[in-house]
Every structure is written in structure tokens, then in C-alpha cells.
């Protein structure tokens, strides 16, 4: 079993979001920055060497050996 971490490609810095806003009616445009951390965050407390890690290229123990 793999997660859906697994080999992911890198997160983008952020994304537009378009709208209308429902009292004016105006249309409206907001950039909403991600705030995710860029590493894996599941490998910080993997004490059990998690199976559905092997062979993830974020998989830090691997990238060691």
C-alpha cells in the first residue's frame, strides 16, 4: 500500500481563487499562498519503517543509505 504522498510532485507556492462576492455582486480575485511544509512530514515520527514509504523519492532513510 502506498499514500497519496507517495512520489508526489512538489507543492506550488500558492493559487488564485476566483469568486463573486455576494453583497456587492462584484467579481473577486484572491491569491491564497500555501502554507504546507515542502517536506514529508509522516517520515518525522515513523519510528516502524511504514512499508508504504519504500521507494517514495521524498523517503529520507533511503536517500541516506
Known amino acids: ?10 507543492f506550488t507556492p500558492g493559487q488564485w481563487l476566483y469568486g ?3 453583497s456587492t455582486g ?3 480575485v484572491t491569491y491564497v499562498r ?3 511544509a515542502p517536506n ?4 518525522i515520527n515513523d519510528k516502524y519503517n511504514d512499508p508504504g ?4 523519492i521524498h523517503n529520507l532513510k533511503e536517500k541516506k543509505q
Open 1 to 10: 500500500m502506498s499514500y497519496g504522498c507517495y512520489n508526489r510532485k512538489p
Open 20 to 22: 463573486v462576492d455576494s
Open 26 to 28: 462584484r467579481n473577486m
Open 34 to 36: 500555501n502554507r504546507m
Open 40 to 43: 514529508c512530514q509522516y517520515q
Open 53 to 56: 514509504c519504500r521507494g517514495c
